[in-house]
Structure formats: structure tokens, C-alpha cells
């Protein structure tokens, strides 16, 4: 599977938006781009996914780059209740390919 | 449906001792998966099944470790004998389909001491 990269940790004020970056520059043609995020004490929890368009869901936006060596995770109205790590995964789409989580980005949100 | 449901919550026991780890995958999903979380290694994926069929259990850290799905809702995962390095957070995921490009639901986790 395709590696990303992700700052360690970030910080962001509560009702601001929190835009979190992740690159993966090796992608290949067929695999998608996850994020989950992980509450303290909590099991992973999905957030988002998408393949080359832009996606929104009722949690967060993803911005896919053109080339789609990069992505970012766009939070719009950060909460303290979205202090969390948050992990950027790549994987085959439509195929059996596994999750395999790296260090993620530890968010912070502050009032 | 009340999601993936993994038990116990809480183990400790003692270092040489057998412990069984469970989990109820959600209702009609294919895909089972068992996760270790530490804070040195982060998530480590063990093992993974797909039609109660394990497809890739090359993160099993050694024999010590065994992991069965006997039926689409149940899973077990079993460290025998049990040693303190295995002290850990352990999560049990499922995925609807293999076939589908869907997210993966988790469970709670199991906290896990091995004294």
C-alpha cells in the first residue's frame, strides 16, 4: 500500500476550521483516500473517503490535488469534541485491501 | 443496530495465562478484522477475514497468538500463553463487503494487561 505522510500534530481554535494535510505522493491509479479519526479511548472511527473528486459528508470536506499526491481533511467549524488523532490512509478500492493505520495527526482543539 | 460489540472491556491476567478476546461483527458484513493498538507501535492490523475465511494473518506477532471466526457473527482472538509485552488495546473491526469500497466500523476495544 501506498505510504502517507502527516504532520505529528496541529492545533486549531474552537468554531475555526481545521484543515489537516496529508501527502501521498506514490499513490496509484486505483487506490482511494480514507480518513478516520481515533477519540481518546475510542476505536477508529470513519470520517471520509474519496478517489480523485472533492467530497463532503455531514462530519468534513476532502480536497484531492489535481495530480492526487496530496490531500486535506477540511473540519469547518472545529468542536472540542473533535480533538482527536486523525489518520490518512490510502488502499485499493473495490478489492481486498487492508487498513493499515501510520501515526496519524494529533488534533487539538482549543476554546 | 448496536455496532460491533467486542468482550470483555477490561482483562487482566496474569503472565502465563490463556486469554480470549471476542467479537460480535455487525449484522451482514463480510469482512472481520483485528487491530493492536500501543503506544510505541501505534495500530498494528493482526489479522484479517474475509467470509470467515482468514485472508491475511501476517501481522499475527507469533504462534502465540491464534485468531478463528467459526461463524459470520462471532471471533475470537487467543494469546496462549500470555506475556506481558502483550499488554495492549486490541480492536476488532468489520467492513461490509469485500467487494465494496465501504469504511470499516470498530468496535470499543478490549484493554488488555498481562501482569
Known amino acids: 500500500d501506498a505510504k502517507t505522510t502527516q504532520p505529528p500534530s496541529m492545533d486549531c481554535a474552537e468554531g475555526r476550521a481545521a484543515n489537516l494535510p496529508c501527502n501521498h505522493s506514490?499513490?496509484?491509479?486505483?487506490?482511494?483516500v480514507y480518513w478516520y479519526r481515533q477519540i481518546h479511548s475510542q476505536g477508529p472511527q470513519y470520517i471520509i473517503h474519496?478517489?480523485?473528486n472533492n467530497e463532503t459528508n455531514e462530519m468534513a470536506s476532502l480536497i484531492i490535488t489535481e495530480d492526487r499526491k496530496s490531500s486535506t481533511l477540511i473540519l469547518p467549524h472545529a468542536t472540542l469534541r473533535d480533538t482527536a488523532v486523525y489518520y490518512c490512509?490510502?488502499?485499493?478500492?473495490?478489492?481486498?485491501?487492508?487498513?493499515?493505520f501510520g501515526k496519524g495527526t494529533k488534533l487539538s482543539v482549543k476554546p | 443496530d448496536a455496532g460491533v460489540i467486542q468482550s470483555p472491556r477490561h482483562e487482566v491476567t496474569e503472565m502465563g495465562q490463556e486469554v480470549t478476546l471476542r467479537c460480535k461483527p455487525i449484522s451482514g458484513h463480510n469482512s472481520l478484522f483485528w487491530y493492536r493498538q500501543t503506544m510505541m507501535r501505534g495500530l498494528e492490523l493482526l489479522i484479517y477475514f474475509n467470509n470467515n475465511v482468514p485472508i491475511d494473518d501476517s501481522g499475527m506477532p507469533e504462534d502465540r497468538f491464534s485468531a478463528k471466526m467459526p461463524n459470520a457473527s462471532f471471533s475470537t482472538l487467543k494469546i496462549q500463553p500470555s506475556e506481558p509485552r502483550d499488554s495492549a488495546v486490541y480492536f476488532c473491526a468489520s467492513r461490509p463487503g469485500r467487494w465494496l469500497n465501504t469504511e470499516a466500523f470498530f468496535g470499543q476495544g478490549t484493554r488488555l494487561t498481562v501482569v
Open positions: 506514490t499513490i496509484s491509479g486505483n487506490e482511494y
Open positions: 490512509i490510502v488502499r485499493p478500492g473495490g478489492s481486498q485491501g487492508n487498513l493499515i
Open positions: 474519496g478517489l480523485k
